[in-house]
């Protein structure tokens, strides 16, 4: 995977494969514009926060030092690389001012396998500094990497100097690496979950009729007329048996169709970060720009109003799993079961709601949340931090829900006149559908 500071997607940040650099240019530039400046700068001749009017020599390495103090579980290996894949492409757009020298450093750490220690806790959406801080430490030989398979061991070395400091950590690479992540998994379960309704549509015999192109092109909403046609296109062309489904078949085109649209909102959102200069100070041209960047409230609105679509489209998911349990659509016996007051599949519908549940509460919005800090000059935060770790979670019960459905479709689908599979524990097919959705 080429790295060029600019064109980075939420789908390569979750891919894994090793990367290279394209160009230094960029980041040279910024370094050079670093070295020759006089006048104060926040973060190298001075101190941070309340301290950004204090003078001070050489104050870097005690920066990194004091900011390395996250909490909580240590975040899994591939967040943690992403954040490196994610940091290493921001440096790589310019306007940092770290030496140039650091950059295949980070390459090779990442192509070797080897991540830092990073805790849960230590961000509120203004710059991930714990993290990077751990990251620095990391490349000083004063922490441990984790190595290629999890162990505590020694890693690629770069010897920071205390102008790097400031300029490596101030970056939300952490969060984005997050959201990035949460966005690619999340498409992906968005996308598999049409087929999963094609295949509901089947086994109730709805109609097609609401999937029509002239129903979209007179509400030309562009998520609902993609998610409509890819539908209509799975579905056999046959006569309708009742004038209207339920609003699961009937509306499932305009509330998937607006999920979709909300998550092609937020990778568009995630990737200008990607592949953005969120440096405080930014140096451009022969200056320093002192800015607010590292603010993330566009990331966390983005995911916020992505979290919170992402609800109905589940809702619906459920509803058509009720349908499946019904006679009256599937002409099958209650619950899809083998025989009369069976069971069958009616668990279904249980653990469909117990994920549901969950994700209901992973959609509260951070954006209302805000923070006074540091003696009261940092006065608001974006919370995007929370918001990507909230869309992280929130793959696993819309996955769950998912899977109910299309478990329950596919022994509707497998029963044709009379049910003849005996009861039985599905917790099998539930992981096997879950290993489908997540491809």
Known sequence: MLLDGATLTCTQVASGVPVSIVSLDRAGAAWRTAQTLTAPVYGQSTGVGANKDTTVEEGGLDLLRSHAGGAGPLVGEERARAMLVVRLNQLLAGGSGVDPALLPVLAEAINDGFTPPVRTYGAIGTGDLTALATTALCL????????????????????????????????????????????????????????????????????????????????????????????????????????????????????????????????????????????NPLFSGELAWHNGNFHAAPVALALDAMRAALVPAAQLSAARLATLMEPAYTGLLPFLGGAQGRSGAMILEYVAQDALAELRLLSAPVAGGTAVISRGTEDHASFATQAARAALRCVEPLEIVLACELVAARRALAQPGSPSEPDRPLDTDLDEARRELSG
């Open 140 to 279: 000083l030989g004063e922490r441990e990497w984790r190595g290629p398979e999890g162990r505590p061991g020694p890693g690629p070395r770069f010897a920071l100097s205390s102008g790097d400091a400031l300029p490596f950590i101030s970056s939300g690479a952490a969060t984005l690496a997050d959201a990035a992540l949460a966005v690619h998994r999340l498409r992906t379960l968005m996308e598999a979950a049409v087929t999963v309704a094609a295949r509901s549509f089947t086994a109730v015999n709805a109609s097609a009729e609401p999937l029509s192109p002239a129903v979209h092109e007179a509400r030309p909403q562009p998520g609902q007329a993609d998610v409509a046609a890819r539908l209509r296109g799975m579905l056999a062309a046959e006569e309708a048996v009742r004038v209207q489904d339920p609003y699961g078949y009937r509306a499932f085109a305009q509330v998937h169709g607006a999920a979709m649209d909300a998550l092609t909102r937020a990778g568009r959102v995630v990737e200008v970060d990607l592949n953005a200069a969120t440096e």
